[in-house]
C-alpha cells in the first residue's frame, strides 16, 4: 500500500490530506475537515488537473493586456502547452469578460476566456 501527503488547495485552510492508495485505486483519504477535500485528493492522485491563468495582448485597447483563465481545469500535463498558445494569442478591442480569446487551447477542448472588460480607444 502507498501513502501519499498533500495539501488541499480548494479554500484557504489548507488541509493536510493522507490518501492511502493500492495501485491506481484511492483506498481512503484523511485529513480532510469538509468533502471538497477527499474529492480534491481522490482526483489530484489519479488524474491531476489545473486551471491556468496569464494574460493575452490586446491591440486597440484601453489596457495592453487582458487577464485570462481557462473556461475549465484542464490536465496539469498540459499546462505548458496552453501557455505556448496563450502566448501567442493576440485579441483586438474590445473585450469582454467570458470573451473566448483562444479557442480549444493546446487540443484540450477547454476555451482561454477573458476575465476582464477592456474597452476600445
Do not use: W
Not at 501513502?3 to 485529513?31: A, D, F
Not at 469538509?34 to 474529492?39: H, M, Q
Not at 489519479?46 to 487582458?66: A, M, Q, W
Request: aromatic share 2%; with cysteine; charged share 25%.
Amino acid at each position: 500500500m502507498e501513502k501519499r501527503e498533500l495539501t488541499c488547495i480548494n479554500c484557504p485552510m489548507g488541509c493536510q490530506l493522507t490518501v492511502e492508495m493500492e495501485g491506481n485505486e484511492v483506498l481512503s483519504v484523511s485529513g480532510n475537515t469538509c468533502p471538497r477535500g477527499d474529492i480534491y485528493a481522490r482526483k489530484e492522485v489519479v488524474n491531476p488537473t489545473r486551471i491556468v491563468t496569464s494574460t493575452v495582448r490586446i491591440i486597440g485597447g484601453d489596457k495592453e493586456r487582458c487577464s485570462v483563465k481557462t473556461a475549465n481545469d484542464i490536465p496539469k500535463g498540459k499546462i505548458f502547452e496552453i501557455m505556448k498558445d496563450i502566448d501567442a494569442a493576440v485579441a483586438h478591442a474590445p473585450v469582454k469578460i467570458g470573451d473566448v480569446l483562444v479557442k480549444n487551447a493546446a487540443g484540450t477542448g477547454v476555451d482561454v476566456i477573458a476575465t476582464r472588460n477592456i474597452h476600445q480607444i
